[in-house]
């Protein structure tokens, strides 16, 4: 497999911005025979290699050193050169977000995406979608990806989303958040990395993310259809397939 028949799409975003429920509803819509779903949540280090907050002194699951992004971004290279993914079954995969199946969607638009992604995709395109909370803070990481999309959410919901859940699952044990883990580590780690991505070095900017990073933004609230932004990823698939 040649390296133009695999298109690596990067879904980025803070934790509960809505990017892993996205990537999960995008792949049924996309021919199961052309796509792989991977997810960064399962390169996250055995709970004794988590680095250690100093002044909390509890482990920091949000910073880029919780990941084993080595690995994370030899996988990356792997896919795109043969087209599978490789990712050993050690790992705890992905299953920290609400269930898909609870969504009452268009089901005349899912169908026009899917009739259109058919269209679309060459047969021997394989198209990998990643999603990951922490893919574009670094350059070389960054280039990895031919599609960049980065899903934002408004602090106040991604607090509150982030609160609703039970907590996570991990290597060795069940992790849940402490009262100030969301502003301390989870956002404040999300700003540090992601500011220079954005307008006025701020994640919060209206006017969006700094045009060399080659990035598209989806504003995400709790008012946002999920339907626009799946056309939002079938459209910038569309852009990256047209002559």
Known sequence: MTKSQTVIVGLSGASSSGKTTLAKLITQLLPPENVILIHEDD???????VPIDEKY???NWDCPEALDLASFDEELKLI???GTAAISKELIHNNNVDSIDKFELDQTLLEKIKQGFANMIPAS????IVDGFMMYQDDVLRSKFDVKLLVRAPYATLKKRRAARPGYQTLESFWVDPPYYFDEFV???YKQSHARLFMDDNVESQNGVRPEFGISLFDNDDATPIERGLEWIFNALQTHFSP
Not at 43 to 49: A, G, R, Y
Not at 125 to 128: E, F, P, Q, T, W
Request: proline fraction near 0%.
């Open 43 to 49: 390169f996250f280090k055995h709970d004794d290699e």
């Open 57 to 59: 002194g509890i482990a």
């Open 80 to 82: 795109k050169l043969n």
């Open 125 to 128: 395109c394989k198209i990998i």
């Open 187 to 189: 956002y404040n780690s």
